[in-house]
């Protein structure tokens, strides 16, 4: 079986606010006695809104050494590449030395740097969909940053660096700041959302008490409406202590769109370890509106991974975990034969982009694939 966000020599790892009323209000454990609605201050936009840009943490030497820098810089070559035709690409670099190196590589691949902009923060390590800045709307349709807490998955990994990485970017693009740490530990890959009112995670990584001890369901939804937009939620519990990140959601399912769930068949849910009463509901869930969602699966890798470099993994790699761009949709594969299976599956959803596979073996080896490093901006 898998043990994702596990290394074997380091640990690493992934509409304008309005207030609701009427039928479609909010009412939590908290405010149940007073009866009044939880108010929408932000909403998040879905992933495959129209962006600006995207956001990827180059990998570096400085906490893991030169061996995992360098097996992953081919994967983040790949995607510079494959979304600057299409949008902005945000690129954090350790600092100016890593911009330099990042620069050279760029031009021996003859990449334009048109569409490339280069920031130069310290981070702890890549994954900038659980660090990064969350970016939502006002109800006058302004992007704001979300700055939600990040204490390294439970404080299992360094992330004093990238717990600061939501700030730098809110100052140096004088966007409004939400400095959200003391309300919620929260990584963006323990959420999804349909763009319709809809959240899907698991209890394993939000209701945790490395994450938010004490933290009741009722208030987490309250803190979701309010700075997600959020009123209708599909709860699974997750698994804690899994991996490092106690069961992401975006592993096993996403929302293609307003009316689609993707995610596994379920007996490759059951090989990815996600519970059997976690499965009955994911089938069973509906959106705002009580209606079910549609489902599209894509399959397990036909093999356990092995990467570029011949490490075998003992568990087989996941589709789920791809990205929605302007143009394009970065698919995490990994020199199997299911490969194109799922990639043919996604184009299919997606028939205005572009499918990209992106090779991810060797970041696999270290928990994650194409969602969990990249964070969008939206236009």
């Given amino acids: 079986m898998k043990s994702l966000y596990v290394l074997p020599f380091f640990v690493t ?27 929408v201050l932000y909403t998040m936009p879905e992933e495959g809104m129209p962006h600006e840009g995207t956001w990827l943490q180059w990998p570096h030497q400085y906490q893991y050494g030169e061996a ?10 790949e995607m510079t590449h494959a979304l600057s035709d299409g949008e902005k690409v945000h690129l954090i670099v350790y600092d100016e030395e890593e911009e330099e190196r990042v620069r050279e590589m760029l031009a021996e691949d003859k990449i334009s740097l048109k569409n490339i902009d280069f920031k130069i923060y310290k981070t702890d390590d890549v994954w900038v969909r659980d660090n990064g800045p969350i970016y939502a709307k006002d109800n006058k ?20 660096n990238c717990d600061e990485i939501p700030e730098r970017i809110a100052n140096d693009q004088h966007k409004k700041y939400l400095d959200l740490n003391e309300v919620m530990i929260n990584e963006g890959g323990a959420v999804e959302i349909d763009g319709n009112g809809t959240m899907m995670a698991t209890k394993s990584a939000i209701l945790n008490k490395n994450r938010n001890p004490g933290m009741s369901q009722a208030k987490a939804q309250e803190i979701f409406t309010r700075y997600y937009g959020v009123t209708n939620f599909i709860w699974l519990e997750g698994k804690a202590g899994l991996e490092i990140t106690d069961m992401h959601i975006d592993g096993f399912a996403r929302f293609g769109d307003k009316n689609t769930i993707v995610t596994m068949s379920p007996d490759d849910l059951l090989e990815w370890q996600v519970p059997q009463n976690d499965i009955n509901k994911l089938y069973q869930s509906t959106n705002k509106n009580k209606k079910k969602y549609n489902f599209v699966k894509l399959p397990l890798t036909s093999e356990n991974v092995t990467t570029a470099y011949g490490k075998k993994l003992d568990y087989p790699g996941s589709y789920v975990n791809y990205y929605i761009a302007n143009n394009v949709v970065l698919v995490p594969n990994y020199k199997d034969r299911n490969d194109a299976v799922a990639n043919a599956i996604i184009q299919k959803l997606y028939p205005n982009r572009e499918v990209v596979g992106i090779d ?6 270290n928990g994650g694939m194409i969602h969990c490093v990249t964070q969008q901006q939206p236009r």
């Fill in 68 to 77: 995992y820098r360098d097996r992953l810089d081919d994967a983040w070559i």
């Fill in 13 to 39: 790892l992934c509409y304008s606010g309005v207030e609701i009323s009427g039928p479609t209000a909010l009412f939590t454990e908290e405010n149940a006695a007073d009866k009044k609605p939880v108010q």
């Fill in 360 to 365: 991810v073996r060797n970041l696999y080896a």
């Fill in 141 to 160: 349709g302004n992007l704001v940053i979300e700055d939600w807490g990040f204490n390294g998955w439970g404080k299992k990994a360094e992330f004093e």
